[in-house]
């Protein structure tokens, strides 16, 4: 190798070198700033999280609150309602008229509070299920004399619920249980309406209920699905701060 081909490839190593040292500083500075930006981030997510856990907290305080207060005097204000407005019904009804009012279950005649209350009040589907197969729901206040008075006046008593099928055992049971005996039909979600809206599903057996002659003077329910799509003179909401269905 002559002195000018060294020279030369000394001068090309130098420049590779300091080539590569630059786009090492480059990168460096690149990897620094992007650092820099994600601890940033991981800032503000972290406040968002305080934030969040802060609310929760504020709104299980108040799910609590309601629940261990107002939660019966309001449901059986409702309930009054309901009764008086039957009691109105019953008197107006036309010979061998069949009347029927249709109850959903969850919250409206049965209280899960306790289960909601353990669960934090979100829903796990697990942890429903469950509940369902072992649970003791109390009943909602004010519902039993609504329920006697249908009974006793020979207004047929639909239970309509969101349940499915293969949950009928224990749903009869805890019916049973908290007084609601002798009911003339238990309507649960079968596998061909799963695919339905909670209002589609229960408008859709309140239409079939009216196909079988019964007037539906009323309908019951906790939430604004349970009474949607029409195929009912009167609907009452009970209200429920713990869940929404849709």
Known sequence: MTLRTLGASLVLACTLACQTAEAVDSDRAALEERITELEAENQELAQQLETERGCRQQLLGSLTAFAEGPYDEVTTAVAEQAKALLEARVAARKPDEKLAIVLDVDETVLSNVEQLRGSGYCFVREDWNRWVDVGTPTIIAGMRPLYDYAREHEVAVVFLTG?????????????????????????????????????????????KLEAEGYTVVLTVGDQQSDLDGGHSEHSMLVPNPFYHVK
Request: charged share 40%.
């Open 163 to 207: 349940r499915s099928e293969d949950q009928r055992e224990d749903t009869e049971r805890v019916l049973e249980a908290a007084g609601f005996a002798g009911w003339d039909q238990l309507l649960l979600r079968d596998q061909s309406e799963r695919g339905l809206t909670a209002a589609e599903f229960k408008s859709s057996r309140r239409a």
